[in-house]
């Protein structure tokens, strides 16, 4: 069965603390992971991740994927708390039919000032 | 564990004809949400509902509605489906408040 887990469920740190949020998969025909940001309505796209070992960055957030251990880390350095949210990691699979993005429960990250 | 379903998994309509996508949530969870997800764009919210027979527009509303008779089930409708509406639609819900939302296995529309 394809699954998607998410590790921590949730976490709290002080401002300027670092942090790693992590994300394992079993997911037939893997084709991408995607990484977003849950504020209040809609997640918001951070990454998305093809290709072992290369990282991608944007300001503070930085994420790799690992597709022989089947993980990947995203990682927020000297966190704000603008940064407060839910993480959430999706794999798309390049399976035909329509169940083919399988999404992961969240990290909920607290950054107290 | 959460259930959060979707009446189709794979669609095909053509151009001007009426599309309803069914989602039904066994938590009575109060949050519901409509998402399309479409390459390189991530996900958009469509619409969502806070409440029986509320809703609100996300981002994206133009050419859908929704309803929402009962708490467990959230309806998406394309009016009259367009070819720009392919794509794949994600129903979630979640609880009161910024929670984490469940995704439901999502529906691959294709409007010829």
């Known amino acids: 069965e394809d699954k998607v887990v998410q590790s921590p469920l949730s976490l709290v740190v002080h401002e300027g603390d670092t942090v790693t949020l992590n994300c394992s998969y079993e997911?037939?025909?893997?084709?991408?992971l995607l990484w977003y940001k849950q504020e209040k309505k809609a997640p918001t796209f951070l990454f998305m991740l093809?290709?072992?070992?290369i990282e991608k960055k944007s300001g503070r957030l930085s994420s790799i994927l690992d597709k022989k251990e089947l993980f990947s880390i995203l990682n927020i350095t000297a966190t704000q708390t603008g940064d407060s949210a839910i993480y959430l990691c999706?794999?798309?699979?390049?399976?035909?039919?329509?169940?083919?993005?399988?999404f992961g429960t969240g990290t909920r990250l607290t950054v107290i000032p | 564990d959460v259930k959060v379903t979707q009446s189709s998994r794979y669609l095909v309509k053509r151009t001007g004809e009426k599309v309803f996508l069914e989602c039904v949530q066994d938590?009575?969870?109060?949050?519901m949400f409509w998402y399309r997800q479409d390459p390189g764009l991530g996900l958009r919210l469509i619409y969502f509902?806070?409440?029986?027979?509320?809703?609100e527009k996300g981002d994206i509303p133009e050419g859908y509605s929704v309803s929402r008779e009962k708490k467990e089930r959230f309806s998406l409708i394309l009016e009259s489906a367009s070819t720009n509406q392919t794509s794949m639609y994600l129903c979630?819900?979640?609880?009161?408040?910024?929670?984490?939302?469940?995704f439901g296995p999502g529906t691959r529309l294709l409007v010829l």
């Open positions: 979630a819900s979640s609880r009161t408040g910024i929670e984490t939302q469940y």
């Open positions: 997911v037939t025909n893997f084709r991408s």
């Open positions: 093809t290709s072992s070992g």
């Open positions: 999706a794999v798309e699979s390049d399976q035909t039919g329509a169940n083919n993005l399988f």
């Open positions: 938590m009575d969870h109060e949050n």
């Open positions: 509902s806070y409440d029986v027979k509320m809703k």
